[in-house]
């Protein structure tokens, strides 16, 4: 296990205005696997809002290389929208992938990011995982307190860890969670 760990996520919004900070740092800190945490005060997880979606898939090539020349366990998690025009997770990083390849990463390299893909926001999530439902032809309903947010990740958390499927999951929460278990799986090698 290296002496350092870092995960960097990128995600969409600006700072201060989007809840995918409080999501992510709070979903990763319940999870709390090991391989962050070899031991107390040697892992880091750092929030970088990027704006907007092309601002977000422009920005993650140069983000990638970074945490490559870190060193030691660092990850790249890129967390973005599926919006209207995106179908599904692959849609959406084909388009990263083809920016990638246009700044020289290599295939071994891109795949060592990890994807997360929330459909119209993370709001949906929040809400199925609040609520048991969501639907996510349509834009989950926007989060006024920071509360409710962190109640959310640390339930998908407990999912998560308990490994019980849930066929109730919206589309994209299972395509993500998917990534996240490859994730798991090769720190574990």
């Known amino acids: 296990m290296a002496s350092r760990t870092q995960i960097l996520c990128l995600h969409e919004g600006e700072k201060g205005r989007s ?27 750092r929030t970088i809002p990027c704006g907007g979606r092309s601002d977000l898939i422009a920005k993650m090539p140069a983000e990638l290389r970074s945490c490559l020349a870190m060193g030691g366990d660092t990850t ?49 999530w929040v809400e199925f995982l609040l609520t048991g439902a969501t639907d996510e032809s349509k834009e989950g309903p926007r989060q ?23 066929p109730q999951m919206p589309p994209s929460l299972l395509w993500s969670c998917k990534n996240w278990r490859a994730l798991v799986a090769r720190m574990r090698m």
Do not use: Y
């Open 19 to 45: 809840i995918d900070p409080i999501f992510i740092r709070s979903l990763l800190k319940e999870l709390n696997p090991a391989w962050i945490r070899p031991w107390k005060g040697n892992n880091m997880i």
């Open 76 to 124: 790249l998690m890129v967390w973005a929208d599926l919006d209207h025009d995106t179908a599904d997770g692959d849609v959406l990083k084909a388009k990263f992938w083809t920016t990638a390849q246009l700044a020289g990463v290599t295939k071994a390299e891109f795949n060592q990011v990890v994807f997360i893909f929330a459909k119209d926001r993370i709001e949906n």
């Open 144 to 166: 006024k307190h920071d509360r409710p947010v962190a109640d959310a990740a640390r339930k998908l958390a407990d999912k998560c860890l308990t490994g019980a499927p849930d």
